[in-house]
Nanobody, 118 residues
Framework: VQLEESGGGLVQTGGSLRLSCTAGGSFFSTTIDAMGWYRQAPRKQRELVAGITRGGSTNYADSVKGRFTISRDNAKNTVYLQMNSLKPEDTAVYYC???????????WGQGTQVTVSS
């Protein structure tokens, strides 16, 4: 599986961004049962932002609930992260991730920078 991310960038506080990630290559469908996004800010550990199963069950970090929405298009093997009301503390490298479970990641994307200016 290869993951191709897009959509990062620079935005002001209160703004919005949409991240996309498409899984490519040859793989069994169960390989990407869970897809989602982690992030890592400077000098901090990588943390789960949001995950979604093939069936549509979602999991969010408390810090993003009500502001971020994760969705996926199974036909396109693509996961999206709509980020609204962005805050400076959302600044991080965001990594697309996939696996049989959102906490059992087998494949990582290269990461896309999200910077929120105050």
């Amino acid at each position: 599986v290869q993951l191709e991310e897009s959509g990062g960038g620079l935005v002001q506080t209160g703004g919005s961004l949409r991240l996309s990630c498409t899984a490519g290559g040859s793989f069994f469908s169960t390989t990407i049962d869970a897809m989602g996004w982690y992030r890592q800010a400077p000098r901090k550990q990588r943390e789960l932002v949001a995950g979604i199963t093939r069936g549509g069950s979602t999991n969010y970090a408390d810090s993003v609930k009500g502001r971020f929405t994760i969705s996926r298009d199974n036909a396109k093997n693509t996961v999206y992260l709509q980020m609204n009301s962005l805050k400076p503390e959302d600044t991080a490298v965001y990594y697309c991730a996939t696996g049989t479970d959102i906490f059992l990641i087998r494949t990582w994307g290269q990461g896309t920078q999200v910077t929120v200016s105050s």
